[in-house]
């Protein structure tokens, strides 16, 4: 198969010029059109973009989310390969369902799949699931994401397993302990409303003791990797970024709604605003974005946590946690920040970063590469029309806004996995 | 102080191999072919031991090695009592101490102990002031097994330089793979240890002649030897494994995998078996396995350390 994209430019020149793509590899830059021929629209092709954190809801909570509502959504996001959680229902704990989510995901011809696997059975924390078959039947990291891994023997026993495997542990970083019963930041708006408040330290605390299980492995030559998901606080990036001087291997992410909102949404007590961990203070959220910058932030990540309209619109402490928004993380991300961080920084952050923090190899628009590319219109503006949505989460907090940046077109393996009508 | 200033001690006790040499190591298993000799003779018992009290105080159970050790105590002509655990005051809260001196009071005139605390036998060489054989101390040293190990090893290729012998499984929790770790480079071979991460301490490394892997295609390639350690349920629950079926395809010491050692290679297990567990049944009773002839070299090693320990001369 075929394709051969026109009038667009590579990320980083301004040249017009057209890309030929040939059974799931890139075949070359600018030669004579062969194959279907689609037009770019003048746009900015990238790498297609790579997410390592969300949530699909499949199996078991389909009113939610699903495969294909899922990928469907992030290629319309621009994303390429997408990490799903294993906080399903069943748990992703078991190598047959990671086989059947393979398969039905490849039918699908929209984001290509790679799943993350629960590190330990059940997500309950007190035995390891099997990882070996779990890595054999395709999974690509483990996490207990969804819930916190209070204990830290089982935490150290797991990353000692997965890195004999080659492979990364990414974990909510939160003590549930001191996290009590807390549903927003702890702080003066939580204060203000009365609503029970989640302490920054109940992140810096946790991320402070995984990273000592970490030490205390490399100091005995076993290296193994951490990955902390959603970091949201000052203080805890401060402490990755004294063990990334320490040589240990420890990353993180940091989502897009916690550099772009802060605790102060909820003031209206709406739960669309309710995320695990949660919005918190301005200072916060330019500290993360100094991180960004300086590059003790790793990449970004979505932690896309679809919900229905009607446990969202539940009160504040019943409601569950999460923002769908893989469909504009780029756009938003672009429109917020293109000035600060550029363009081929949040590229970058979206796409070899996540791939260095897996282990893959960076993608790459050189002819040979395999063909996953996005296409991004940088120029028109566009309102946020969540009825348009290929999620069934059809709310999001930006809905209104308008953002420029917005993909009109995404290649996977070679094929159209998703083009703006 | 250094080693060869000193001239060096005889040691009166077996606990585990750091005060001997490689000479009086090699001494013992040149004497275990003698032993063997007297064990197929008609009547097979030699006067050595007459007169000697051996008690085997025995805190864990363990059928096997008990007989073993108190066969080759008999076969010596050695008195025998036997001290179990279970069914006595030390279930009712004894201490160690306590026991052992009113044992010493019958005139024992040396232990074998087996404890399921590292270090207790140290302890009850220290209480009683007798020799101690330690017949498997917690996961710290189980020294007459690496002892009859290596004796098997080199009964089938005559020496035990240069050769390889590879430990899969629970290297954690096993004095068999920490005795054989500091035994048999002592001997000249070396010891390639592996297992799931979890259950392979980094820090064995440092031992020398030794080396670590959780690949177990790694771990037998070039090796004479394999052994295959018993895998305990307990790792499970204990959050190890994720699951035994896993451990068995990944770390089961079969056939398939011992297509990548050495051609000659032979299979081991300190026993008992858990089988289709950390060993498939065509390596356990298959042409490479060793694992009948180990308890056969096991009581001619246990005969050669009484003799070595209680009357051999320098
Ligand atoms: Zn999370």
């Known amino acids: 198969m075929t394709i051969t994209i026109t009038n667009m430019k590579r990320i980083g020149s301004e040249e017009l010029t057209s890309v030929t793509v040939e059974n799931g590899l890139i075949k070359g830059w600018n030669l004579a059109e062969e194959g279907e021929v689609i037009d770019g629209q003048g746009g900015t092709v990238a790498p297609a973009l790579i997410e390592l954190h969300a949530h699909l809801r499949e199996p078991g909570q389909t009113q939610k989310e699903d495969l294909a509502s899922g990928l469907a959504a992030a290629a319309a996001g621009g994303y390429g390969t997408v990490v799903c959680m294993p906080n399903t229902s069943p748990v992703i704990d078991d190598p047959a369902i990671v086989r059947s989510l393979l398969e039905k995901a490849g039918t699908l011809g929209f984001a290509r799949l790679k799943p993350a696997a629960a590190l330990t059975r059940g997500q309950?924390?007190?035995?390891?699931?099997?990882?070996?078959?779990?890595?054999?039947?395709?999974?690509?990291?483990?996490?207990?994401?969804g819930r916190t891994n209070e204990n830290a023997r089982v935490l150290r026993l797991g990353l000692e397993t997965a890195a004999s495997l080659g492979m990364v542990v990414s974990v909510h970083a939160e003590d549930a302990s001191l996290r009590a019963d807390g549903v927003m930041n702890e702080g003066a708006v939580s204060e203000a409303l009365g609503v029970p408040g989640n302490p920054a330290a109940a992140e810096a605390a946790r991320v402070a003791r995984d990273i000592e299980i970490v030490a205390g492995l490399a100091a005995q030559g076993r290296p193994v990797r951490l990955h902390v998901q959603h970091l949201s606080t000052a203080r805890a990036l401060d402490l990755v970024r004294d063990a990334k001087k320490r040589g240990l291997g420890v990353s993180c992410e940091v989502c897009p709604h916690h550099l772009t909102l802060t605790d102060e949404a909820l003031r209206g007590f709406d739960a669309i605003y309710k995320v695990a961990p949660p919005l918190r203070t301005q200072a916060d959220a330019d500290f993360l974005l100094e991180g960004l910058r300086d590059g003790s932030v790793d990449c970004l990540a979505t932690d896309h946590a679809p919900h229905t309209r009607a446990e969202k619109e539940r009160d504040l402490l019943d409601a569950p946690s999460g923002i769908a928004y893989i469909e504009l993380a780029f756009p938003l991300m672009y429109t917020r920040f293109g000035g600060t961080l550029g363009l081929e920084k949040i590229v970058e952050l979206l796409t070899a970063a996540p791939a260095r923090v897996m282990g893959w190899p960076e993608p790459t628009l050189e002819a040979g590469a395999p063909a996953d590319l996005v296409v991004f219109d940088l120029k028109t503006e566009r309102e946020v029309r969540p009825a348009e949505f290929k999620s069934k989460a059809k709310f999001t907090p930006w809905a209104g806004e308008t953002l420029t940046g917005w993909p009109v077109l995404t290649v996977v393996d070679g094929k159209v996995a998703y083009r703006r009508d | 102080m250094t080693a060869t200033a000193t001239k060096q001690v005889r040691p009166r006790h077996l606990l585990d191999f750091q005060d001997w040499s490689p000479e009086r190591l090699t001494a013992i298993l040149d004497n275990a072919d003698t032993m063997l000799q007297v064990l197929d003779r008609p009547v097979k018992k030699v006067p050595a031991l007459q007169g000697l009290t051996i008690c085997t105080a025995f805190f864990e159970n363990s059928t096997r090695t008990r007989t073993s050790f108190e066969l080759a105590a008999r076969r010596m002509s050695a008195d025998v009592m036997t001290f179990a655990a279970g069914a006595s005051s030390v279930s009712k809260g004894e201490s160690l101490r306590d026991t052992i001196e009113v044992l010493t009071q019958y005139r024992v005139d040396a232990y074998i102990v087996r404890h399921h605390a590292?270090?207790?036998?140290?302890?009850?060489?220290?209480?009683?002031?007798?020799?101690?054989i330690n017949a498997g101390d917690g996961r710290r040293a189980h020294p007459t097994q690496a002892l009859l190990d290596a004796y098997t090893v080199r009964q089938e290729f005559d020496s035990l330089d240069g050769k390889t012998v590879a430990i899969i499984g629970d290297i954690r929790h096993s004095r068999v793979a920490r005795s054989n770790a500091e035994l048999l480079p002592k001997l000249g071979a070396k010891v390639v240890l592996c297992g799931p991460a979890t259950l392979l301490p980094a820090d064995l490394a440092g031992l020398p002649g030794v080396t670590l892997t959780t690949d177990p295609v790694q771990a037998v390639r070039g090796a004479h030897a394999v052994m295959a350690l018993r895998l305990q349920q307990e790792r499970m629950s204990g959050g190890y494994l994720g699951s035994l079926q896993e451990y068995a395809d990944t770390y089961q010491v079969n056939e398939a995998l011992m297509q990548h050692a050495e051609s000659g290679a032979i299979v081991l297990h300190p026993g008992p078996m858990n089988r289709d567990v950390e060993i498939s049944a065509d390596a356990a009773d298959g042409p490479r396995s060793r694992i009948l002839k180990q308890v056969e070299n096991g009581q001619a090693i246990r005969m050669s350390v009484l003799y070595h320990l209680l009357v051999g001369r320098d």
Request: no cysteine; hydrophobic share 40%; glycine share 10%.
């Open chain 1, 124 to 145: 309950q924390g007190e035995a390891l699931a099997e990882l070996t078959y779990l890595k054999q039947a395709g999974a690509v990291m483990f996490t207990d994401d």
């Open chain 2, 118 to 132: 590292s270090g207790a036998a140290h302890l009850v060489h220290q209480y009683s002031g007798k020799p101690v």
